[in-house]
């Protein structure tokens, strides 16, 4: 797909739900009693795996009508054994955060796959999930995997790397574990929260202390009337692009404000963007705004690996914000993004450096050269990511002879009407 050269990003968007909290929102109401409603839901490629998991493991999802999807669970215990494999598609959230709700299935044994680039990338949580008592088998450390549900122990875990995903899977196998106190899982550096939210809003006993994140465990869970606000992930791309397009004016509403996941904001702020926030409230557990974005000369800074868990997502987007910055700009301690749906750091540099960007690697993020000034274009390969085919898009707007984006298609995993609405707003 060829985007080309745009003035200004102007008028009022509203993104998709939350992908993380559409996802834990279908799988935790497929092991809950009775039937729950996720308002909001954001229908994806990601998401329409949750839903197919659920359904392959007994639970009763109707398809997403008005953003509202129903799901009727079988309970926290009542998962049923597949005769295929759980197909969990592209979704790293939905492969590991269901086996951390099948390892303590006790009799039943479940093998999960995923496609090529999932398969590609760390399973991480086969180790605790044996030192729970689950017999999980993998491939090398990659999918497929098989676990074997047991009667689980309560742990504390210490995450080697900073993953909400992990985190998430021990806790949500620790509701199924049986003995004395609660599992607990440190983290030397905070990671997104929507899992403990939406368990301390079904009744869960959710306790942080410090870097300690403990649950206790529960015989049931009642059903998930949720409110899913608008993913900010979704909605950097279009904050990015109207920060860098002059005359800019654009508002965003509805946007998930969760400190764990907008570390971006901070670095924009720092860079000298022009945001506001509106509407302050609060939806399913989480704040959520109105963002205001208004076009702004940014300068350079640094990112530090106290900041990546924030905007992990978010870097490649600030790169390119980066490179029509002024001054010199770095990425450190940024490695998580050579295992994700591609090697980011690999892929961000080849891309942009094609485009005419002043970009470098290094082993754990990047450095680039800022020059105020639009980049040159040209074409690009997204290998497949659909966070990288957002950045071309953005890229395609801001440069002088436009971006022709190899893989543009790749966005439907997360955002399939990322496109059409992008056009929407902008000016040329």
Known sequence: MKVEPGVALVGDIAVPGVKGICQRGVLLAAVADGESELRGFGHAADTDSAIAVARALGAEVTEPADDVVRVRGIGLRGLRQPDA???????????????????????????????????????????????????????DGHAPVVVEGAELRPIRYELPVASAQVKSSVLLAGLLASGDGPTRVVERLPTRDHTERLLSSLGVRVRRRGHEVAVEPVESLPPLSLDIPGDFSSAAPFVVAATLLSGSELRIHGVNLNPTRTGFLDVLERMGARLAVFNRRSAGGEPVGDLEVRSAELVATEIGPEEVPALVDELPLFALAAAMARGDSVVRGAAELRVKESDRIETVTTALRALGVRISETEDGFRIRGVPARPRGGAMDSHEDHRIAMLGAVAGLVSRDGVEVGGAESVAISFPGFFELLASVTRR
């Open 85 to 139: 494999p759980l197909d969990c598609g592209n979704a790293g959230t939905v492969m590991r955060l269901v086996s951390g709700l099948l390892a303590g299935q006790e009799g039943r044994r479940f093998e999960l796959v995923g496609d090529e680039s999932l398969s590609g990338r760390p399973v991480r949580v086969d180790v605790p999930l044996r030192e729970m008592g689950a017999h999980v088998e993998t491939t």
